[in-house]
DNA sequence: TCTGGGGTCCTAGGACCC
DNA sequence: TCTGGGGTCCTAGGACCC
């Protein structure tokens, strides 16, 4: 029998803002952007909770909930070294610890007994220490299984602990709603509820074969949560066995729709140096790049193509971006998002071959310095697709307004 | 309500091969 | 030629998570 906690930071962007202004304490405070920005919400204030202002919601809308409410666009940077400090005394409490998201990781603490005592005590320690390290707070689940485990801590919110004991699962789970499991999203719950499904209990009542019948091998898994097993899926791997990305990708929601092509073209240069750089930066080279392209009714195409040979060079994912554009995009229509995305790594990693072709050598050095310079002086220091931009426009435009992690000035050391 | 950005996993169809 | 059965790779779309 195995023990695990689940901790999950309470409302973390809006708290670690809070350490760096205190007059932020108990106010409705919504992270994501300015009210009248297109963008949604990344973390509201158990204070503008209160008004129905949630996590997803449009801006505008959770403005109309909550006129009063405070909009901060949110400092990324803070909460990664936030999240890095909570990382650090889960590892000095445990060794087998793995981070599922910025605020949120498991821990199997099977076996701790001696050292810090029968699991809810452990974790009135562990909260301690997350608190004396951080002044966040945090709540945890405790359970046999990872996926109740999270479900506790979502109960136990905010600041809390709550643990079920072995052989509880079912009466734990049975009285909630189906929502409440991980993986059961609007959709799902829709198709669940129209089969009458409501509670967890009405779920644990239907057989397997039942649920696989209409829910392929999602049904098969709902069959087993419902009893509180990690049974397949995303629950049922080592804790601690951590892998690579698997894909890379950038995107961009222009705050008007335009279909201006060089502001179009100029912004999927951009992308592509962006996910150049983190291929680079992780000393991996793909092999499929995605172009993503959203109309202002909101409809929304991907084309791939998996390219002769993998690359991490910008200008490389640009020339295959362009092509899947151009044979793409209708038109003269406004577009409201672009986005690159790129997988499939190659498996032998080096390309020594390449280094025949005295193009893609001089690229690779030309991108080599380019990295170096955004090492010292910052990300806007260089761009590649400025000078690509002059091959393909007969004018240079300006860099797009809007685009992220773009600075005015670059910070030297 | 007027809908971000960065990911993972699943499904389904078609090409291609044996 | 009137038509099998896998396996694998690729592409497109969508649900879901934070």
Known sequence: MKTFFHLDMDAFFVSVEELFAPELKGKPVVVGGRPDERGVVSAASYAARKFGVHSAMPLRTAHKLCPQAIFVEGHMERYREYSHKVHEVLCGFTPLVEMASIDEA???????????????????????????????????????????????????????????????????????????????????????????????????????????????????????????????????????????????????????????????????????????????????????????????????????????????????????????????????????????HVSGWSEEGTQMDLLDDPRHERWQRATAAADLMRDRFGDSAVSLAASLRGKFHERAHETPPGLPGKKKTGRPK
């Not at 004991?165 to 189906?178: I, K, Q, T, Y």
Request: aromatic share 6%.
């Open 106 to 340: 498991y821990l199997d603490i099977t076996g701790t007994e001696r050292l810090y005592g029968p699991p809810l005590r452990a974790a009135h320690l562990l909260h301690e220490r997350v608190q004396a390290a951080t002044k966040l707070n945090c709540s945890i689940g405790i359970a046999a299984s990872r996926m109740v485990a999270k479900i506790c801590s979502d109960q136990a919110k905010p600041n809390g602990v709550l643990m079920v004991m072995p052989g509880r699962e079912a009466a734990f789970l049975g009285p909630l709603d189906v929502r409440r499991i991980p993986g059961v999203g609007k959709v799902s719950e829709k198709n669940l509820h129209a089969l009458g499904i409501r509670k967890v209990r009405d779920l644990a009542a239907r057989d397997e074969t039942f649920l696989e019948e209409h829910f392929g091998k999602l049904g098969l898994a709902l069959a087993g949560k419902a009893q509180g097993l990690d049974a397949g899926g995303w629950f049922d791997t080592e804790i601690g066995a951590e892998d690579g990305p698997k894909s890379i990708s950038h995107e961009h929601t222009f705050t008007e729709d335009t279909a201006d092509v060089a502001q179009l073209e100029a912004t999927l240069a951009k992308l592509c140096e962006m996910v150049g750089r983190r291929l680079r930066e992780h000393g991996l080279t793909a092999g499929t790049v995605q172009l993503k392209l959203r109309y202002t009714d909101f409809s929304t195409i991907t084309r791939a193509r998996t390219m002769e040979r993998a690359t991490a060079l910008d200008t490389e994912l640009l020339d295959e971006i362009r092509v899947l554009f151009r044979r793409n995009w209708k038109a003269g229509a406004a577009v409201r998002l672009l986005g690159v």
